[in-house]
């Protein structure tokens, strides 16, 4: 699966942003998630959503603010990005992995594949 992201740019504080991650397939059996990695800091867990639909899970860090979706007809999953602040400034990425659940899709390592990035840096 090969994963391909966009959307990232420069926002002032309290601005939006919308990120899009793109798969070459759509597997059922994936979970589907956005990471972040800020400059010095380790990878963190944004959002994650099954192709097949339910829950949405999100970071504590995110929520009320992100908001993440799909539309299964394109492969693609989006993540809406509001009232950003500078902390949210890092390199977004979206990534794919079987069998996920709750409990572990927190978890990059679980994750087989990787999208390249996309960086959203905010200034205040």
């Known amino acids: 699966v090969q994963l391909q992201a966009s959307g990232g740019g420069l926002a002032q504080a309290g601005g939006s942003l919308g990120l899009s991650c793109v798969a070459s397939?759509?597997?059922?059996?994936?979970?589907m998630a956005w990471f972040r990695q800020g400059s010095g800091s380790e990878r963190e867990f944004v959002a994650a959503?099954?192709?097949?639909?339910?829950?949405?899970w999100y970071g504590d860090s995110v929520k009320g603010r992100f908001t993440m979706s799909r539309d299964n007809a394109k492969n693609t999953v989006f993540l809406q990005i509001n009232s950003l602040r500078p902390e949210d400034t890092a390199v977004y990425y979206c990534?794919?992995?079987?069998?996920?659940?709750?409990?572990?899709?927190?978890?990059?390592?679980?994750?087989?594949?990787w999208g390249q990035g996309t960086q959203v840096t905010v200034s205040s």
């Open positions: 990534a794919a992995g079987p069998g996920l659940i709750r409990s572990t899709a927190n978890q990059p390592e679980k994750y087989l594949y």
């Open positions: 397939e759509r597997t059922s059996g994936h979970v």
């Open positions: 959503t099954r192709w097949t639909g339910g829950s949405i």
